[in-house]
């Protein structure tokens, strides 16, 4: 009789941590201001939109994303535009134009940092209005220090590993 107890005991503590293991691999923490004010997220597979928190896969061309899972906020994406004038980002409709933020031309260490620029010219100085092309993001921090879309240029779709839902 205490052989099924035992049994049954350890069938429910089996159960309950596959289930809260399949639980966490949906809960997502981040460690960094880039999310603020949001730390926790729940993982989703729904369609990425513009305003969207998500997961996406740094750029294999960048040292310093490359192997690495990144948190970003989706600023502009297909139909709208992006708008460069200088160090500023501006996501446009065909009536306006809202300020995204403003690229750096060094870190705060020093580094010397080269703007995305999808214009012809001066990656400081260029200005132009470009259509963001369908199955492309271009994404952001809150942070005026963040490294995104401001150097690594739009992501595409397939770079987009999980849509985030902010919890707290």
Do not use: Q
């Not at 502009?76 to 708008?83: D, G, V």
């Amino acid at each position: 009789m205490v052989w099924k107890k035992v049994f049954i005991l350890a069938v429910f503590l089996c159960v309950s941590l596959w289930t809260a293991k399949r639980l966490l691999s949906y809960v997502v923490f981040v460690n960094d201001e880039s999310t603020e004010p949001f730390k926790w997220f729940l993982k989703t597979e729904k369609h990425a939109e513009v305003g969207d928190y998500v997961l996406v896969k740094g750029k294999e061309s960048d040292s310093h994303t490359r192997g690495k899972l990144l948190t970003k906020k989706i600023l502009c994406a297909y139909p709208y535009s992006l708008k460069k004038k200088g160090l500023s980002y501006y996501c446009c409709s065909e009536k306006t134009c809202r300020f995204l933020h403003k690229a750096l031309k060094k870190t705060p260490r020093g580094t010397v940092l080269v703007p995305f620029n999808p214009c012809k010219g001066n990656s400081y100085t260029s200005e132009c209005v470009v259509k963001i092309p369908e199955g492309y993001y271009y994404v952001g921090t809150s942070s005026p220090i963040g490294y995104d879309s401001r150097y690594l240029g739009y992501f595409e779709k397939k770079e987009i590993k999980a849509v985030l839902i902010p919890l707290f």
